[in-house]
């Protein structure tokens, strides 16, 4: 069982910056893919972005591309998500998440990740 902890978010204008942190313990990384997920007021939860740990092949939707970017740290065992030009539908509640072996057709689906955090909500307001 991996335990997931985001921090990070908050209130930003348009056209700021957030960074998230995702930090990671239980056990060991290896094999693990890392994933952030949001869920918008209203709406369903949706995919974001995704890290391989070990390849560290990285995995992004289409809305995002270009303006945010996942990365982790192995000596810290954390995986942030570095948002960069939000814009108010980036509104949400962001989640990390977990899983062992996740196999690529599996990546974009909440349904593949086994181990989540509690979420930390970022507004993009004026």
């Known amino acids: 069982q991996v335990q997931l902890v985001e921090s990070g978010g908050g209130l930003v204008q348009p056209g700021g910056s957030l960074r998230l942190s995702c930090s990671a313990s239980?056990?060991?990384?290896?094999?693990?893919?890392m994933g952030w997920f949001r869920q918008p007021p209203g709406k369903e939860r949706e995919f974001v972005a995704a890290i391989r740990w070990s390849s560290r092949n990285t995995y992004y939707a289409d809305s995002v591309k270009g303006r945010f970017t996942i990365s982790r740290d192995s000596a810290e065992n954390t995986v942030y998500l570095q948002m960069n030009s939000l814009n108010p539908e980036d509104t949400a509640v962001y989640y990390c998440?977990?899983?062992?072996?996740?196999?690529?057709?599996?990546?974009?689906?909440?349904?593949?990740?086994?181990?989540w955090g509690q979420g930390t909500q970022v507004t993009v307001s004026s």
């Open positions: 239980g056990r060991t990384l290896s094999g693990y893919t």
């Open positions: 998440a977990a899983s062992y072996g996740v196999i690529v057709s599996n990546t974009y689906n909440p349904g593949g990740y086994k181990n």
